[in-house]
């Protein structure tokens, strides 16, 4: 659901040179595409069951989950940027080797603390990887082939995020041979050996005739902006605010600060940097961008609270959490395939109306779990979770094409790792900020479950109003 709709991240490519890519190689790239987006949702189905596994504390279970997307936030523009120069293909299987790797690292994990840096080399494992799948497809085919490939992997975004809650909690649920949740990792180990196979046999080789280089500092600037701010967010309510803390929120300005001044700096020396400037100030990328803050924090905040608050709260297990997560996955990914014909007739106006059905979504749900709590089904839940799945189809798709509408076809790889950066980014901060307030507000000596989890719907629901009274100053993608 998150990584539906990159660009790829070159403009030239050797194309005529391509070998075409055959059906058994869309298969294989689509396998790549489908992992990163199910390894990004199966976690939260699982999340309490490692809490008591791993004897894990709120802010630790936050930084499992953000970890992954700080990771490959940072590092997707440099994973396409490598494939460009040194290869998709070997790309491709080097980052698929590392997540297979990676996740047999989580399934192992003895600790929190060595899945949190297991979840965070998963991560940076899925941005070599996912980069080179439409820079695969977009050098590999043409015509209407390219248009069935690149529909093909618009759904498999939909797909993977009800097969990664399904599965999530079907494996969980199973308790395979003792080892509670982590099939859910090592289930990736036979997967991804198959995929190399795959790719070694079917996959053709592409590479950029003029490929761009790697702005360094720019990303090691702005990893330490993120970290600077993200960690001491998630871990500083549960270890009681102390002094490193503050240090590196003190940091945290200072190193964006001169992450902007290098990126500035780049460009006006001629090269790329990891976000361009002059692409961040076009209208389309600037209030699009300002748009999608608060409605990607709002999202990832929910998504991690929604988990906490069903095994948790209403005691529903891993497999109950997944099939109450499921309505939103089959609201998002239907409304997602009429999303295109409702942008060509309405344009921006799918934005405003998303957040209102988003909006309407989050107003059932608090009112059923007012009502009914603790007595909750997941079949009392489905109506507000499919109206929140409709109304985040129908904006977050419209989102993404007016963020990339008005970017110029040679910066299109530019302008898609600029979005999703900033996607991921805010995704992290909504589980560092809503997890923390809902982690300080549900003990049973302060709001409890439902009321603290009725709060963050609420938090939620001022972002929606901020995302609906921002949509109609939104370019129209039409133009």
């Known amino acids: 659901m998150t990584q539906s709709v990159l660009a790829p991240q070159t403009t030239r490519v050797a194309a005529a040179a391509a070998p075409g890519l055959t059906s058994a190689g869309l298969i294989t790239v689509l396998l790549g595409a489908a992992l990163p987006v199910i390894d990004f949702f199966i976690i939260n189905v699982a999340l309490p069951t490692i809490h008591t596994d791993l004897n894990a504390s709120t802010a630790t279970l936050e930084l499992v989950v953000a970890a992954y997307g700080i990771a490959y936030a940072l590092l997707l523009v440099v994973g396409g940027r490598l494939g460009d120069a040194f290869g998709r293909r070997r790309l491709f299987m080097l980052g698929l080797t590392a997540f297979t790797l990676t996740s047999l690292a989580c399934g192992i994990a003895p600790t929190a603390e060595t899945l949190v840096i297991a979840r965070a080399a998963q991560g940076a ?66 997967i991804g050996i198959i995929g190399l196979l795959l790719a070694r046999k079917h996959l053709p080789e592409t590479r950029s005739t003029n490929p761009m280089g790697v702005d360094r500092w720019g990303t090691v600037l702005l990893g330490a902006s993120l970290l600077t701010l993200l960690v001491p967010m998630m871990e500083g309510r549960a270890l009681g605010w102390p002094v490193w803390c503050w240090v590196l929120l003190g940091i945290f300005p200072f190193a964006m600060a001169a992450f902007i001044r290098v990126e500035r700096n780049l460009e006006r020396a001629g090269g790329v940097p990891l976000l361009p400037p002059s692409v961040m100030r076009m209208p389309s990328m600037r209030r699009g961008l300002a748009l999608a803050a608060p409605f990607f924090t709002g999202f990832g905040g929910f998504m991690f609270v929604y988990a906490m608050t069903l095994q948790d709260g209403l005691h529903l297990g891993p497999l109950g959490s997944g099939l109450a997560l499921t309505p939103m996955a089959i609201g998002f990914f239907s409304i997602s395939l009429l999303s295109s014909r409702l942008v060509a007739r309405f344009g921006q106006r799918v934005v405003l109306v998303g957040a209102v059905v988003q909006l309407l979504g989050i107003a059932v749900l608090a009112g059923t779990s007012l009502l009914a709590w603790p007595d909750l089904t997941p079949l009392e839940l489905a109506p507000g979770m499919l109206l929140l799945g409709i109304g985040q189809g129908l904006a977050m798709t419209t989102l993404f094409r007016i963020v990339l509408s008005r970017v110029p076809s040679d910066r299109a790889g530019v302008g898609s790792g600029v979005l999703t950066t900033t996607q991921q980014t805010f995704l992290a901060l909504g589980v560092a900020t809503l997890g923390s307030l809902f982690a300080s507000l549900s003990a049973p000596d302060s709001l409890g479950l439902r009321d603290a989890f009725v709060l963050v719907l609420a938090v939620q629901a001022v972002l929606t109003v901020i995302v609906s009274v921002m949509a109609p100053r939104l370019p129209d993608p039409r133009d």
């Open 125 to 190: 494992s899925a941005a070599l990887m996912l980069p080179q799948v439409l820079s695969t497809i977009q050098a590999t085919t043409s015509g209407e082939r390219r248009s069935r490939a690149l529909g093909l992997y618009g759904a498999t975004g939909g797909v993977s995020t009800v097969v990664g809650q399904l599965l999530g909690g079907a494996l969980v649920a199973a308790n395979i041979a003792g080892t509670s949740w982590r099939p859910i990792f090592l289930v990736n180990v036979p």
